[in-house]
């Protein structure tokens, strides 16, 4: 049974940095592109960044390019978002997603698996 299971959020001041982790179990994780993506009340769930499954490559939506870094160590199944600067507009529940693609989609519908989310309040 593969399971993705996202901790490290909270309530954080504007300007304030979070670091997100996902633990990943059930499945071959150095062979699933990961991604990050969020979903703010009201609005579509959207592509927040994403890394390749060996971690050489990675991909951030134009939104957080700059403020947010995404990596991953296989030796321990675990996807990290580290978010600095954030703003209130960052404010949704975050998911982990992985995907068979080497090369993380950008569309949410190319993931296999989802976790259950972890919600990120940035107060202004």
């Known amino acids: 049974q593969v399971q993705l299971v996202e901790s490290g959020g909270g309530l954080v001041q504007a300007g304030g940095s979070l670091r997100l982790s996902c633990d990943a179990s059930?499945?071959?994780?150095?062979?699933?592109?990961t991604a990050w993506f969020r979903q703010a009340p009201g609005k579509e769930r959207e592509f927040v960044a994403g890394i390749s499954w060996t971690g050489g490559s990675t991909y951030y939506a134009d939104s957080v390019k700059g403020r947010f870094t995404i990596s991953r160590d296989n030796a321990k199944n675990t996807v990290y978002l580290q978010m600095n600067s954030l703003k209130p507009e960052d404010t949704a529940v975050y998911y982990c997603a992985a995907t068979a693609f080497s090369a993380p989609p950008i569309r949410r519908g190319e993931y296999n698996y989802w976790g259950q989310g972890t919600q990120v309040t940035v107060s202004s």
């Open positions: 059930g499945l071959t994780f150095r062979r699933y592109a």
